[in-house]
């Protein structure tokens, strides 16, 4: 009896060993197959990426999330095969995920943010514009800030959420643009003189875009002087040089041509009220 009881037992232990061995060879099967498969579409969505020209910052982020991820759907997929029931791990990691969610709301916002901006690119590192409420020209564009640098070289880190969340104003986005130049002249003066003085200043430069040609009009009658508006087409470089030149060289070409900008005038009426004692 003992030893047809010590065989069983050696054969039911035998049966265990052998049910078990497959099954924890499958599972490492399942964790070496799973692993390099992990990193061969690590490798492909990074190589995708990166041939669509998408930011470095964004190609490296989402390489690693989509790698983690599966690593954790091959971990999940192994421990089952082991015969480990996993339905309470993945109710407990969804859990953790959510805990983590709410307490990082505002990070997650930012991060979301982020992703946006390097998809969509609406700005670009060395852009000038205005985002988030400042202006400045873009030094880093990251998951979570974006930093800036002001013209009088300060930095500003502006959160995503607030950049995405206002209008962006990109100076840079189209390699021309047009100035707009106001002046104005005394109602005395020959405003066809004056027109034609401004046009020769802006044809002869030659930072002057001939297409589209530039505009020189009168813009307003004002109370006191009529306003001629001024509007070159340029380089995005040469905006601002061509600004400061412009104003410089009309008041220059103005005095020398006799035409005067009257300050604002008003014609004030005092009616006087006659007191009891006057006839």
């Known amino acids: 009896m003992k030893d047809w009881f010590g065989e ?73 095969q082991v015969g480990i029931e996993t339905t309470s791990f993945i109710a407990v990691l969804g859990a953790a995920g959510l805990a983590i969610g709410l307490a990082l709301q505002g990070s997650l916002s930012n991060f979301a943010s982020g992703v946006l901006l ?28 974006t930093q800036l640098r002001t013209p009088d070289n300060k930095g500003i880190v502006v959160p995503n959420s607030q950049v995405m969340g206002s209008h962006i104003v990109n100076f840079n986005a189209y390699p021309t643009r047009k100035l707009e130049l106001v002046y104005r002249i005394g109602y ?25 040609a530039p505009q020189v009009r009168v813009h307003t009658l004002g109370e006191s002087s009529i306003e001629i508006v001024v509007r070159p087409w340029v380089r995005g470089e040469d905006y601002w040089p061509m600004y400061f030149d412009l104003q410089e060289g009309v008041k220059k070409r103005f005095d020398a041509e006799g035409i005067t900008a009257p300050y604002p005038q008003r014609d004030v009426h005092l009616h006087r009220v006659p007191t009891r004692d006057e006839p």
Do not use: C, Q
């Open 8 to 80: 069983e037992r050696i054969d039911i232990a035998i049966g265990y060993v052998t049910a078990y061995g497959v099954r924890i060879l499958v599972a490492l099967l399942v964790l070496v197959v799973g692993l390099w498969g992990a990193g061969l579409v690590r490798n492909a969505i990074r190589r995708t990426m990166e041939r669509n020209g998408v930011e470095p910052t964004l190609v490296a982020f989402v390489s690693k999330i989509a790698y983690y991820a599966l690593l954790v759907a091959v971990v999940i997929a192994a421990i089952s």
């Open 118 to 145: 390097i998809l969509f690119r609406p700005m670009r590192v060395g852009n000038f514009v205005e985002a988030g409420g400042v202006m400045g020209t873009v030094e880093e564009i990251g998951l979570l800030a």
């Open 188 to 212: 005395r003066e020959d405003f066809e003189r004056a027109k034609a003085i401004l046009t020769d200043i802006v044809e002869s430069d030659p930072r002057t875009l001939k297409d589209p």
